[in-house]
């Protein structure tokens, strides 16, 4: 079982920057590939980005490419979503998950993920 506690969301101005969090307790956190998700209001969930257990490999979605970073700290056993250059688009609800799989697995879809943090909302305000 692993546990998923989101942080860092708020509200920003159009063109300004947050840093999302996600602490990880339970089994070993660097056993998992590890993805961000959003949910804006009366739309499904989609993929934003993805780490891999290695670090090395991490996918964008294309609306959030060159503004978003995916990083991990498994000494703190943490995922971290750079958020710059935020438009009103970007408003949702962030959510991390934590996906089992071989090394270099970074799933784009949520049915490959098997735990789940509660969410953390993003307001962006033009």
């Known amino acids: 079982q692993v546990q998923l506690v989101e942080s860092g969301g708020g509200s920003v101005q159009a063109g300004g920057s947050l840093r999302l969090s996600c602490a990880a307790s339970g089994r070993t956190f660097s056993s998992y590939a590890m993805g961000w998700f959003r949910q804006a209001p009366g739309k499904e969930r989609t993929f934003v980005t993805a780490?891999?257990?290695?670090?090395?490999?991490?996918p964008y979605a294309d609306s959030v490419k060159g503004r978003f970073t995916i990083s991990r700290d498994n000494a703190k056993n943490t995922v971290y979503l750079q958020m710059n250059s935020l438009k009103p688009e970007d408003t949702a609800v962030y959510y991390c998950?934590?996906?089992?799989?071989?090394?270099?697995?970074?799933?784009?879809?949520?049915?490959?993920?098997?735990?789940w943090g509660q969410g953390t909302q993003v307001t962006v305000s033009s």
């Open positions: 780490i891999s257990r290695s670090g090395a490999i991490t």
């Open positions: 998950a934590a996906s089992g799989g071989s090394y270099h697995d970074t799933p784009t879809s949520e049915r490959n993920y098997d735990y």
